[in-house]
């Protein structure tokens, strides 16, 4: 049986000084031929990563519209997760894929779960690879599926997007953050919709938070307030570089020696791969006192994520790929200066120049950090700029009105 996540209540109203009168009015109106529907969102893991950080809050707003709505987490195992996180490399492009008996395996735990999955839904939303089979397994249980992908599928290894696709093509729609990580070859088939991901202004991750309590926060984890601070908060993974990171900071070292750099990630419960690269990332900061290194399991959570980004000169998010970095628009909402990998979705976030700067190369990082580390004027104005567009582009009350729109238009 999957388990269902218990949620917090979120009250749209809230939002309306935020998101305006027009749009709260908007998302009412859409809901209302939607009251009572059944809901199911299906994810692989309730912690950790970007999946989970938007379900906690658009699960509960969807029902504060009036939508029956619930989030569950299929069951599976470390072996299912091994291959799992193999897939979802080999989606973003690297040549290691599943081998037979690891397909073998994903499909296994897609028909237990499918099995598994209880009720009579109007609408399931089942959210990335993991659980994709679920559709083909248990179609019977909704009138309408929808699959949500949060990766960038525009360059991936050819053999594991052929043995995706049939199951992508029958969904009744899929929604991608960009038209360009959409698959060659989908053409249209499985009601392709664009719908770019959004962060929760009032989420302890994101509320405003006074630049005294973000300094006693920091404080508490060693960070000298009164010297300047990089942060970049992101899992432990390769496409995050945060060794790229390390590189950056050095160069930015060597001119500024007063600076210090915060690498925050949390462990992901579906990212055995992890705790290997933050083992090696720990290994490559060479015992450097000025950098810190900290995980959830520091007791790093929400609030000192959302104290280490309001206390942050500047913000990284030096991805490699990126299929929409959650962490640089929860940086510019909090009116930091951000620096970012001219990769995947982030062109989408940043506006490079006006809204933060888009880089390719730790030099660029740090070239970029030194000139706004230098020139605290430029760090206002990118920060300005950049919390105005995050406001306007990327935060809950837009994703829930693009998802019930989706709603209606699938029962019409
Ligand atoms: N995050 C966190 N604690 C950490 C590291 C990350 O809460 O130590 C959160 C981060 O604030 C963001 C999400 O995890 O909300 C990561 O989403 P993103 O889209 O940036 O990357 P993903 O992990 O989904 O690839």
Redesign the pocket.
């Known amino acids: 049986m999957l388990q269902e996540v218990s949620l917090g209540q979120k009250s749209l109203a809230d939002y309306t000084h935020i998101a305006g009168k027009e749009l709260t009015e908007h998302i009412r109106a859409l809901a209302e031929p939607l009251k009572g529907q059944r809901i199911l969102h299906v994810s692989a893991t309730a912690f950790?990563?970007?999946?989970s950080?938007i379900l906690y809050t658009i699960v509960p707003l969807m029902r504060d519209a009036g939508l029956d709505a619930h989030w569950h987490v299929i069951f599976g195992k470390e072996e299912f997760f091994n291959a799992t996180k193999l897939l979802h490399n080999s989606l973003q492009g690297a040549e290691e894929t599943l081998s037979e008996e690891q397909w073998e395996l994903f499909d296994e735990i897609n028909a237990i779960n499918a099995d598994g999955l209880q009720g009579e839904w109007d609408t399931i939303v089942v959210h990335d690879p993991q659980p994709i089979g679920l559709r083909r397994g248990a179609s019977e249980k909704s009138r309408n599926w929808i699959w949500r992908c949060?990766i960038d599928l525009s360059e991936p290894n050819p053999a594991p997007i052929a043995r995706l696709q049939p199951l992508i093509e029958e969904y009744d729609a899929t929604v991608w953050h960009m038209p360009v990580y959409v698959p060659n070859g989908m053409n249209g088939n499985g009601g392709i919709r664009i719908i770019p991901?959004a962060?929760d202004p009032l989420s302890p991750?994101n509320m405003a938070f006074s630049p005294d309590d973000a300094a006693f926060v920091c404080h508490q984890f060693g960070i000298d307030v009164d010297r300047p601070l990089i942060t970049q908060?992101?899992?432990f993974?390769p496409?995050?570089d945060p060794i790229g990171v390390i590189d950056a900071y050095r160069l930015v070292h060597e001119q500024m020696p007063d600076v210090q750099l915060a690498l925050?990630?949390?462990m992901?419960t579906d990212d055995p791969e992890g705790w290997e690269f933050f083992q090696h990332t720990v290994e490559y900061a060479d015992a450097d006192p000025d950098i810190k290194i900290?995980?959830?399991l520091n007791n790093?959570?929400?609030i000192e994520?959302n104290a280490f980004?309001s206390q942050s000169d500047v913000c990284l998010?030096k991805s490699i790929r990126?299929?929409?970095?959650?962490?640089?628009t929860?940086a510019l909402w909090k009116g930091r200066p951000t620096v970012a990998g001219n990769v995947g979705g982030i062109p989408l976030q940043i506006e490079d120049g006006k809204s933060g700067f888009l880089v390719d190369s730790p030099d660029a990082c740090a070239q970029r950090c030194i000139e706004i580390l230098a020139d605290p004027e430029l760090g206002k104005r990118l920060g300005r700029a950049g919390k105005e567009y995050a406001r306007r582009e990327f935060l809950s009350p837009r994703l829930l009105r693009d998802w019930l729109q989706l709603f209606g238009e699938l029962d019409t």
């Open positions: 950790g990563g970007g999946v950080e949060h991901p962060i991750k908060v992101s899992r993974d496409w995050k925050v990630g949390s992901a900290l995980n959830n790093v959570g929400a994520v980004q998010q990126e299929g929409f970095g959650l962490t640089v929860e």
